[in-house]
């Protein structure tokens, strides 16, 4: 084939940005939601925890270059994706579960439900099958044909992010700082390392002290669970109760019973301090600020051409990616 004709059939495989809109696929694939669901609480009887990693995907997806689930995608001879960089690596965890959601859906539906729609409707699905909110969601995203782990590494935030560093950060996609406090919120499911918590446990800023916002007997279950030259694999809950999406962790936080940096920095944090008091008092609020959270973070959209990939690790085109590359 000449290289203008597999130009052609690049440009008609790859559709044009529509914008999202509700019920998207009422027609092309009118059970996509309920198959989503359906797979999604299949996942969270056999293993309670991949609803928390999977709804976490949403952040990582559409933080780096918008909601395009570039961050699926496995890494290639010539791409270095995101799922070795800094903030993903031993850490985002149930890809699986997309894998399967997506066959169910190819079965159901070939070629017509992209990755980065599926990853809003399972983080959708995950927060209220753990007892949270539920909203609708607006749909017809691409997948990307590129991810990039330098992105992601110079975008996301490491644990050991603080209040004012994420308020910063959030305003640079448009998220204001009561939207990164309900967004926080997120961590009221799931649970997070013993290796993104030491150094606040012993050497916080380098003073070889722990942070004294940490409260005291909560400390000294976090030096049981992650003790210097222990196993930082470990999992410690993100808050106390870690199945249940509830208004718990800003309780927590309140206490000084955060296990994050960027967690508990919402508390002690003057800018961010009345939304931690204030959703800790009032779960519907809380409720209310994260849907609209959710929403604004799937709308963050890179604008650039994408596909409906069949297999959500890989490209649909590799082929023509390797033949225009040479
Ligand atoms: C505000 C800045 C944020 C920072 C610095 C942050 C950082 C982290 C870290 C360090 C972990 C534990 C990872 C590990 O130890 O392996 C974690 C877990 C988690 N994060 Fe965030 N996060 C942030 C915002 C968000 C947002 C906006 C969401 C979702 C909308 C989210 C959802 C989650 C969930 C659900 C988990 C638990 C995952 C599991 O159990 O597998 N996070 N986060
Ligand atoms: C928060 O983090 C930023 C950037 O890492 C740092 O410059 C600042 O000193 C930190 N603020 C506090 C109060 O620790
Ligand atoms: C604590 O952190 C400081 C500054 O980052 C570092 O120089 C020091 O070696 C650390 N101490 C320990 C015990 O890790
Ligand atoms: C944690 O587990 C991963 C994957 O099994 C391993 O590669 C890594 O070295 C472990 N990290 C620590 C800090 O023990």
Known sequence: MSFSILFFLLLITMATADPLRPRYYSE??????????????????????????VMRFQFHD?????????MLLDDTPTMLGEKLSLSNINSLRSYEVIDEVKEALEKACPGTVSCADIIIMASRDAVALSG?????????????????????DDIMPSPRANASFLVDLFAKFDLSIKDLVALSGSHSIGQGR???????????????????????????????LCPIGGDENVTVDLDATPQAFDNQYFK?????????????TLYTYPWTRPYVKLYGKDQDKFFKAFVEGMI??????????????????VVN???VDVLLES
């Open 28 to 53: 092309t694939c009118p059970e996509a939601e309920s198959i989503v669901g359906d797979v999604i609480m299949k996942a969270m009887i056999r293993e309670p925890r991949s609803g928390a990693s």
């Open 62 to 70: 559409c933080f780096v270059n918008g909601c395009d689930a570039s």
């Open 132 to 152: 949270g909110p539920s909203w609708e969601v607006k749909l017809g995203r691409k997948d990307s044909l590129t991810a990039s782990q330098k992105d992601a």
């Open 194 to 224: 013993c290796f993104s918590i030491m150094f606040r446990l012993y050497n916080q800023s380098g003073s070889g002290k722990p942070d004294p916002a940490i409260e005291p007997k909560f400390r000294e279950k976090l030096n049981r």
């Open 252 to 264: 927590d936080l309140v206490a000084g019973r955060g296990f994050l940096n960027s967690d508990e």
């Open 296 to 313: 604004k973070l799937g709308d963050l959209q890179s604008g650039k051409p994408g596909e409906i990939r069949t297999n959500c690790r």
């Open 317 to 319: 085109s590799r082929a």
